[in-house]
Every structure is written in structure tokens, then in C-alpha cells.
């Protein structure tokens, strides 16, 4: 079992939790997942890790309530505990496998979108620690939505704020605001975006416009985490990649955006499943075609 240790409401129907789990923080690095399972019949939800304690041996998760699995995550309390919580899963930043003093020449801006935060904050405290500087472009659509500010603030080398209301920071959205960056001398090497689907989509079309690549992570549309049951299929570069798998994180400007948030909406629905079951064939289930996914 894995003991809540801390939970904390973030923004409305967002929430923090601290979880114990020893052998995950030992091996975990940014832009990895864990998969949490509260019970023997529970549903496996995958979430990107927010944040670590190797010493402590801790591992913090942040989860916006959206369905039954998790508003059932919402009633735990400090002293419960998730019956599975694995991980390290994916495959981490690609930062992190980067030279240090590359990154270091490198001019880099993050742009999170609403709980999108969560996964970027590690990123951005890690290259922190590494002594690397970097821009954080982070909104929401209200100032009651924003989330982790705080902690962003101490491990950018600039935040820059943005409501989609106005209610607090710069008026309009992250691409808004990068664009009034670049407007005012700002030149960047690598754009990385994480959030929601469409956002990303709207950043990748505005940073080619810029010569910016730019980095996504695809966590959105993840559901089993192991590649088994196909619902993060998703083309990249005209190539089947499976999200949990291959990713979570891709080459933006070669992501089609419009497939994957076209299949997401259809992956709910049992029609929409068996029409992607005939259409993708083998390719459809982690591209085994063995398992039999949701049959």
C-alpha cells in the first residue's frame, strides 16, 4: 500500500497529493508517470509526476477531479493509501538526457496550460538545479484556476502569468504572450508546451510560424499507460506512436493534433471504439494485435 502523506486542494476541483512510494522516487525523472489504482476493482489513472523526494522517498501527484475514478481519488484523506501506484513509466524529458552546458546555451520558454503546470514544473526544477535558466509562460482561464504559482516563481528564470479573463497577469492566452515576447526581442532555441490537447495545438501552429521547435507532451489522451489498449494512438511524422509508450513527449510541429482529438472523442463511446477497431486492424491495441484490448 502507498500512504497519502500530505493532500492539498490546489484551485476548484484540483488537488496535491504526497504519496509514499520509496521505489519510484529513487529511479523517476521529469517527464515521467506513475499509474495509481485505489482498489483490487479501481480504474488505472495515469498521471505525470509532479514532483519528487528521493530522501523522503515521496512522489506528488496533482489531479483534476473529472470523473468517478477520481472524484473517488478526491475523498482519500492523509493516512489512506493507493493499493498499486507504479511507475517510473515513460520515457523521461528528453532535457534530461541533454549536455549541461548545451542546455545552458540554449534559450528556452515553457508554456503550461491549466493543470498542465503539474508536468512542467518538474522540468522547470530540475533544469533549476542544473543551474539552467528558462522562460515559464503559465495560465489558466480565471486566477482561481491558476495553480503551483509559488513554486514556479522560485525555479524559472522569468514567469510570466496569463488569464484568459484578465482576472490576473497578462490579458489573453500563452500564446498571447509568447508572441508579445518574440514582439519585443525575445528569440528562443525550444519551445515546450503541456496542457490541454487544443492549446498545444494552437502553440505548435504559432511557434512554426516562428522557427521555434518545439516540444509536447501527449499525457492528455493516455488511459491504460501500457500500451495496451490503444487509446493514445496517435500519428507523428506520418508514424503510429502509442503516447505512454513512444512518449509522453514528441516533436510538435510533426503531431497531428486534429486526428488525435478527433479518435480521444471517439475512443469514449463503444461505436466509436469498434469503427477504430475496423479501420486500424492490428495497429489499433499498442500495435500487437494480440491482447484484444477492449473486446
Known amino acids: 500500500m502507498y500512504e497519502i502523506l500530505k493532500k492539498k486542494k490546489l484551485a476548484d476541483k484540483i488537488f496535491l497529493m504526497d504519496v509514499k512510494a520509496p521505489r519510484v522516487a529513487k529511479s523517476c525523472l521529469p517527464g515521467q508517470f506513475v499509474i495509481v489504482k485505489m482498489d483490487e476493482v479501481g480504474e488505472r489513472i495515469p498521471l505525470t509526476i509532479c514532483d519528487y523526494d528521493r530522501e523522503a522517498g515521496t512522489i506528488t501527484i496533482v489531479f483534476q477531479t473529472v470523473g468517478a475514478s477520481t472524484e473517488r481519488m478526491e475523498a482519500l484523506e492523509e493516512g489512506?493509501?493507493?493499493?498499486?501506484?507504479?511507475?517510473?513509466l515513460g520515457c523521461p524529458s528528453e532535457l534530461t538526457n541533454t549536455p549541461i552546458e548545451e542546455l545552458k546555451r540554449k534559450?528556452?520558454?515553457?508554456?503550461a496550460g491549466g493543470v498542465g503546470t503539474a508536468p512542467v514544473y518538474p522540468q522547470v526544477k530540475w533544469l533549476h538545479e542544473q543551474g539552467v535558466s528558462c522562460d515559464v509562460i503559465m495560465g489558466s482561464k480565471t486566477k482561481d484556476l491558476l495553480i503551483l504559482t509559488d513554486e514556479m516563481e522560485k525555479v524559472a528564470g522569468n514567469l510570466y502569468v496569463t488569464?484568459?479573463?484578465?482576472?490576473?497577469?497578462?490579458?489573453?492566452?500563452?500564446?498571447n504572450q509568447l508572441e508579445a515576447l518574440v514582439d519585443g526581442g525575445n528569440t528562443y532555441d525550444l519551445c515546450i508546451a503541456i496542457g490541454p490537447m487544443i492549446m498545444m495545438k494552437f502553440v505548435c501552429l504559432l511557434t512554426k510560424k516562428l522557427e521555434i521547435p518545439t516540444v509536447v507532451s501527449l499525457n492528455p489522451i493516455m488511459v491504460d499507460g501500457t500500451g495496451m489498449c490503444g487509446a493514445c494512438r496517435v500519428t507523428v511524422g506520418g508514424e503510429v506512436k502509442f503516447a505512454c509508450v513512444d512518449g509522453p513527449e514528441f516533436d510538435g510541429h510533426l503531431v497531428d493534433f486534429d486526428q488525435a482529438m478527433k479518435?480521444?472523442?471517439m475512443?469514449?463511446?463503444?461505436e466509436g471504439r469498434s469503427l477504430l477497431r475496423l479501420h486500424e486492424g492490428d495497429t489499433h491495441h499498442g500495435g500487437c494485435g494480440q491482447c484484444g484490448g477492449d473486446k
Open 267 to 270: 475512443y469514449k463511446t463503444e
Open 163 to 175: 488569464t484568459d479573463d484578465g482576472s490576473y497577469g497578462f490579458h489573453g492566452m500563452g500564446t
Open 80 to 88: 489512506d493509501a493507493f493499493q498499486d501506484f507504479v511507475g517510473p
Open 107 to 111: 534559450k528556452i520558454v515553457f508554456i
Open 263 to 265: 479518435r480521444q472523442q
